[in-house]
């Protein structure tokens, strides 16, 4: 082998960005550590905090299809209660702060949601 050294610098090098994403976050920002308000009386919430904190987005997903597309208005949570199903008039009632809540949490989880180019970002006047 004629490029011994240039074969195995290049080996190392290539290594070094493969695995260049893994090192990098472990030493970034704790993700679960998102700092969001939450709103006080959390029994009110459509379902549990665990099942929110994984699964709201596909919550709000299949509500917008039951909504608009089969005209289903009425969701029934897995304790029985039933909810409306609105993220304007249901969600927002308690999670009404948009900057300490929605977007402190998707910002630290580098998640950028289009659910604001259809509804009111809360807190701010329809323009």
Not at 32 to 52: S, W, Y
């Amino acid at each position: 082998m004629y490029n011994a050294k240039a074969v195995i610098t290049g080996i190392l090098i290539f290594l070094v960005l493969c695995t260049s994403p893994f090192w990098a976050s472990r030493t970034g920002k704790d993700y679960t550590k998102t700092g969001i308000v939450l709103p006080k009386d959390e029994k009110n919430c459509v379902e549990n905090r665990d099942f929110m904190r994984a699964e709201h987005m596909r919550l709000l997903n299949e509500w917008r299809d039951e909504a608009l597309r089969r005209e289903n208005r009425l969701y029934t949570a897995t304790d029985g209660r039933k909810w409306n199903i609105s993220l304007q008039n249901t969600c927002l009632k308690c999670h009404n702060n948009y900057k300490e809540f929605c977007q402190k949490c998707h910002v630290a989880n580098s998640v950028y949601p289009y659910c604001w180019t259809c509804h009111i970002i809360p807190g701010e006047k329809n323009q």
